[in-house]
């Protein structure tokens, strides 16, 4: 089977849709066709991700496909290698090949970013600061972004943290004057 291509501690699948599983998929979205809402997958999803799956046995083994990826690979045309399926509609259980985009890890978490659907615990385990310590340029903009980047959790992760100042503004794409007075109490004084 294909390796996978980890990505800012995000695994990109690589394997390879097998036809019946793309078959399948025909079948299941017939029913949604015409309907330009989020089509919510209608078997299992991912208990963890949430995200609708498709498995099949491939000598023996099971495998599972995400079914946005599929869904993805057989209206909008084959998923360029390392490239994740994004959602338009931060939906994990809807797989409407129009809600669906092909992107990059950043694109993916700044989009959540800037839609707000940020879920912490779950972009935690995606890497989702390491976007914003690489990219910091695509976060460095307006002042209401600017007002969004910081919010009670990240306040007390910041004055919990050991790490210098200017690491920490990198992280969380702000000044290191903004960090400072965090860690001093001037700023976020509401936070305990
Ligand atoms: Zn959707």
Redesign the pocket.
Known sequence: MAKSILAGGYTVPTKPIPEKILLRMREIAEAFQGVN???EWPHSRNVRSGYGQLACRIDGKQIVFTAHRVSFAVFNGSIQPGKLVC?????RG???P???YQGTLSDNTRDMYERGGVDRKATAARGNRHGSKTKPERTQRGTVHHASKLNDDIVREIRASGSSCSALAKLYGVSDATINSVQRGVTWTHVK
């Open positions: 809402d989020c089509w959602h338009t509609c931060d939906n809807c797989f409407n129009k809600h669906l």
